[in-house]
């Protein structure tokens, strides 16, 4: 049974307010809900020498952006403001049914994938919620159907976006129960304010 985008997500029995720690990002423990995309030890694969050896290739998984006539969409999303800085509120899941979602922060950015596995009703489990600091370096490719965060990231930045573009729409949300929030990993420098 799908979710009902007007009814919170599930939190278990302590709905109150939570704090979690974002964590550093790896493939293993992001594999449940998608692909770090990373030139080693990432999505990429191990790469191979192009341009007279000049350079160094490395292949990424293809988007999952066709479902129900969809097309892949670049975008870059620009963000600024206090929701843009640590510690983060986190307010709303949403997900996507018909194509993936692909982050990468540029120019030295730092964003964050705040990530909730789904019930067996469809909806989002609060009470599995996982947040991982996305470093320069990295993005991260949501898995089509993952319960996610909009786009959260650690001070202003911008942020390339590979996704789905359709005649069908395709983003499904519901409120967080509760006060959530995300704190940055213990001796982690602040960053610039937005």
């Known amino acids: ?66 479902g129900e006539g969809g097309a892949p969409c670049l975008a870059i999303f620009r963000t600024a403001g206090p929701a843009h800085r640590a510690p983060w509120a986190l307010s709303v899941l949403e997900r996507h049914r018909l194509g993936s979602q692909t982050f990468v922060p540029l120019g030295g950015a730092r964003c964050l994938a705040v990530v909730a596995p789904g019930l067996p009703s469809g909806g989002p ?15 991260v490719v949501l898995r089509r159907g993952t319960w996610h965060h909009p786009l959260l990231t650690d001070g202003p930045a911008e942020v390339l ?5 359709g005649p069908a729409p395709d983003c499904e949300a519901v409120p967080l129960d509760g ?12 960053r610039p304010r937005a």
Do not use: Y
Request: glycine share 14%.
């Open 161 to 165: 976006v590979l996704e789905r573009r």
């Open 179 to 190: 006060h959530w929030r995300v704190a940055a990993p213990p001796g982690d420098p602040p």
């Open 1 to 66: 049974m799908p979710a009902d985008p007007g009814r919170p997500a599930e939190a278990g029995p302590d709905a109150g307010p939570r704090l979690l720690v974002a964590r550093a990002l790896t493939p293993a423990a992001f594999a449940p809900f998608g692909e770090v995309l990373q030139a080693d030890g990432g999505a990429a694969g191990a790469g191979r020498a192009i341009n007279a050896g000049s350079a160094w290739r490395h292949e990424l998984p293809p988007p999952d952006v066709a």
């Open 125 to 139: 489990d609060a009470a599995g919620l996982q947040a991982f600091l996305v470093e320069p370096g990295q993005g």
